[in-house]
């Protein structure tokens, strides 16, 4: 049984990683800009185009579907491409290196941790590379592949309690919960529990606060955007974008 639903969710992977024809909400960044703003312990979103992403946004009502961790070009011995700078937990080929030319096309966000020294994010880092050669957890596509009818009935309060999916087995992992695991190992925040409030004496601006985190495993791409422990970096602004420098057509 185990191996029959196996063999199911490999196909199911390679089905839904093909790409379709959809427009992004947004343009790409400029691919030269991109890479000279992008830092090591950086994530970068990803709007896809491809069926399972129509499922990742639709269930989480967010324009990002996808997730890598941007980690340099230092992959400490690892068998990575030269030109690799990115790790992501793929659906077909599960946690793997990767370059940057993989989403030049396609509308990203830049999403960067605050305040980290220069050892807390190697060991970011070195958390999200030593997951290499884990497996994409196929439960989880399994689950999503339910959800692609162009407009499933389901209620908006629960569409994002849809996604506490996957395995559970170490080994397996979908993108946002190996990068969120990676944040782990330093205590890095990035979303409470839901309805957690916290210290309320504390100083909410400055003081030391309580944080009740969010289970990994409940994390989406969309989190990272929406969390408020990282800054959003825009690439064309970093790069010294100047509005006089535009020609207007009319």
């Known amino acids: 049984m185990d191996q029959a639903k196996f063999s199911i969710g490999k196909y199911l992977a390679s089905y839904l990683s093909k790409e379709i024809s959809i427009?992004?909400?947004?343009?790409?960044?400029?691919?030269?800009?991109?890479?000279?703003t992008l830092r090591p312990g950086d994530?970068?979103?990803?709007?896809?185009?491809?069926?399972?992403?129509?499922?990742?946004?639709?269930?989480t009502q967010s324009t990002w579907s996808h997730a890598a961790l941007f980690v340099g070009a230092d992959f400490s011995g690892s068998n990575a491409d030269l030109d690799h700078c990115l790790v992501e937990a793929d659906t077909v080929h599960g946690v793997r290196s990767t370059s940057l030319e993989k989403f030049a096309h396609l509308h990203t966000r830049i999403?960067?941790?605050?305040?980290?020294?220069?050892?807390?994010?190697?060991?970011?880092?070195?958390?999200a590379i030593s997951q290499i050669g884990h497996q994409y957890d196929l439960r989880n596509v399994l689950d999503l592949a339910r959800?692609?009818?162009?407009?499933?009935?389901?209620?908006?309060?629960l569409r994002r309690h849809l996604l506490t999916l996957g395995s559970g087995d170490p080994t397996r992992a979908i993108c946002s919960t190996m990068i969120a695991q990676a944040f782990q190992t330093i205590h890095y925040p990035i979303i409470a529990l839901e309805g957690y409030q916290?210290?309320?004496?504390?100083?909410?601006g400055f003081g030391p606060q309580r944080f009740k985190p969010k289970h990994y495993s409940l994390l989406t791409p969309r989190d990272f955007d929406v969390s408020p422990y990282f800054s959003i970096v825009k690439p064309t602004v970093e790069s010294g974008f100047n509005f006089r420098d535009l020609e207007w057509v009319d």
Not at 46 to 57: F, L, Q, Y
Not at 147 to 155: G, K, Q
């Open 23 to 36: 427009n992004g909400t947004a343009p790409p960044s400029n691919p030269l800009h991109l890479q000279a």
């Open 43 to 59: 994530v970068l979103l990803v709007e896809g185009n491809t069926r399972i992403s129509t499922a990742i946004k639709y269930l």
């Open 111 to 127: 999403c960067r941790p605050i305040g980290l020294t220069e050892e807390e994010c190697v060991r970011v880092t070195q958390a």
């Open 147 to 157: 959800f692609l009818m162009p407009t499933p009935p389901i209620p908006t309060r």
């Open 198 to 204: 916290g210290d309320a004496s504390a100083d909410p």
